[in-house]
């Protein structure tokens, strides 16, 4: 089994493409080793020492080390564990602990007048945006809108990038004004 690596804007994640499904539907984002408690692939990462976060995409899996690592240390580690995991067909959930994720929901309560420009907005988030952030290794999600400003929440290699402020700032919030001429701001929540 080959897996595919490559780089991502943010220089402490590394995107690992198994060349199989990771995620049937949805994104899951592990920033403890708590959390990772809930699939085994994420525990067995955390436990490797230098990992800091798991992301689950659809084909990927984002890995980001904590601030200590090194990824010419790292990487060999990671993709063994990748490969055992995936080599092996193994569950990417704990049975019956799948149920009992949870993921904190920041979202805004949207003001139900606003309900044209906050489809309009989803739409070319789902459609514009999130392939775009796949490709990278992270993913963007809305989370609400409010007298102008958008609110997305920024998963995977997205979260903690240091070029993630340009990426909102150059790259989506011009999008989304461009189409959408009431939004006035884009902010990470």
């Given at each position: 089994m080959l897996i595919e690596t490559e780089a991502t804007p943010n220089p402490?994640?590394?995107?690992f493409?198994?060349?199989?499904g990771v995620m049937d539907a949805g994104t899951r984002d592990f920033a403890t080793p708590e959390e990772a408690e809930a699939s085994p692939l994420a525990a067995a990462l955390f436990s490797l020492g230098d990992v800091g976060g798991v992301f689950f995409g659809r084909d990927f899996v984002s890995v980001t080390l904590a601030e200590s690592g090194d990824w010419r240390q790292a990487k060999p580690d990671v993709l063994a564990v990748l490969h055992d995991h995936f080599s092996a067909h193994a569950p990417l959930f704990t049975p019956g602990s799948a149920g009992a994720?949870?993921?904190?929901?920041?979202?805004?309560a949207d003001d139900p007048e606003d309900a044209d420009i906050v489809a309009q907005i989803r739409d070319l988030i789902e459609t514009r945006v999130?392939?775009?952030v796949a490709r990278d290794g992270g993913d963007i999600?809305?989370?609400g809108f409010d007298k102008g400003t958008v609110y997305l929440g920024m998963h995977g290699a997205c979260s903690g990038c240091p070029s993630s402020t340009a990426t909102?700032?150059?790259?989506?919030?011009?999008l989304l004004k461009h189409y959408v001429p009431e939004v006035t701001e884009v902010r990470a929540a």
């Amino acid at each position: 089994m080959l897996i595919e690596t490559e780089a991502t804007p943010n220089p402490a994640t590394m995107k690992f493409l198994p060349g199989t499904g990771v995620m049937d539907a949805g994104t899951r984002d592990f920033a403890t080793p708590e959390e990772a408690e809930a699939s085994p692939l994420a525990a067995a990462l955390f436990s490797l020492g230098d990992v800091g976060g798991v992301f689950f995409g659809r084909d990927f899996v984002s890995v980001t080390l904590a601030e200590s690592g090194d990824w010419r240390q790292a990487k060999p580690d990671v993709l063994a564990v990748l490969h055992d995991h995936f080599s092996a067909h193994a569950p990417l959930f704990t049975p019956g602990s799948a149920g009992a994720i949870t993921i904190e929901d920041e979202t805004f309560a949207d003001d139900p007048e606003d309900a044209d420009i906050v489809a309009q907005i989803r739409d070319l988030i789902e459609t514009r945006v999130r392939p775009a952030v796949a490709r990278d290794g992270g993913d963007i999600v809305y989370r609400g809108f409010d007298k102008g400003t958008v609110y997305l929440g920024m998963h995977g290699a997205c979260s903690g990038c240091p070029s993630s402020t340009a990426t909102l700032k150059q790259g989506i919030e011009q999008l989304l004004k461009h189409y959408v001429p009431e939004v006035t701001e884009v902010r990470a929540a």
